[in-house]
């Protein structure tokens, strides 16, 4: 069964620490890779994808990925309080590009 | 000018009815897509359209059907409802871009069955 494993937190850090989200996924076919953010009680914002191995930036985001170990993370820098959240790390498995999603990580920044 | 829109936002309902979800992405987006997350916040593909071809996740019970009127529409109808169904539901369309193929979400139907 594909699967994509994320610890389900929660994982506290302090305002203005980095927080770093892991994400495991089993096939290793798989291309594309996404994180999402979803605050409670609202719908799933794409924050940013990689889909090449090494580091991709976009701001106080970084997501990094590595095929052979099949182990994509994110690590937001200077977290901030309104990043708290959960982290849904999504991995394009199936056909129709469809994405699997892990269970989420749930983040706290603590002011 | 909401991306991706659903209707309603709520539905409450019993046991064995029918009802109906509504979709529409005005993103000009050539496949869309039902997820459904539950309470324990797993969020899991039900369905993805393109092009008038459908793929069904094999997990879901075929009282779910997905409807397709045009491109910028995907409807979810579900018959029988079950307690098992009650859940958040929710549409996503997406579109090719910068390498990869990137999903935009609607807000959301939470459905509860009595």
């Known amino acids: 069964q594909k699967e994509v494993e994320q610890n389900s937190g929660p994982l506290s850090v302090p305002e203005g620490a980095i927080a770093s989200l892991n994400c495991t996924y089993s096939d290793r076919g798989s291309q594309s890779f996404f994180w999402y953010r979803q605050y409670s009680g609202k719908s799933p914002e794409l924050i940013m994808f990689?889909?090449?191995?090494g580091d991709k930036e976009d701001g106080r985001f970084t997501a990094q990925l590595n095929k052979a170990s099949q182990y994509v993370s994110l690590l937001i820098r200077d977290s901030q309080p309104s990043d708290s959240a959960t982290y849904l790390c999504a991995v394009n498995m199936g056909a129709g590009n469809m994405l699997t999603f892990g269970g989420g990580t749930r983040l706290m920044v603590k002011p | 000018d909401t991306a991706v829109s659903q209707t309603p936002k709520y539905l409450v309902t019993q046991m064995g009815n029918d009802k109906s979800i509504k979709c529409e992405q005005n993103?000009?987006?050539?496949?869309m897509y039902w997820y459904k997350q539950d309470s324990k916040k797993f969020l899991k593909i039900m369905f993805s359209?393109?092009?008038?071809?459908?793929?069904i996740n094999e997990t879901v019970p075929n009282r779910f059907s997905p409807k397709s009127p045009d491109k910028a529409h995907l409807n979810l109808h579900i018959n029988s409802l079950e307690l098992g169904d009650s859940a958040v539901y929710f549409c996503a369309s997406s579109q090719v871009a910068g390498g990869a193929d990137t999903q935009y979400f609607g807000p959301g139907t939470r459905l509860t069955v009595l």
């Open positions: 993103l000009g987006h050539d496949t």
């Open positions: 990689i889909y090449s191995n």
């Open positions: 359209y393109n092009n008038k071809e459908l793929i």
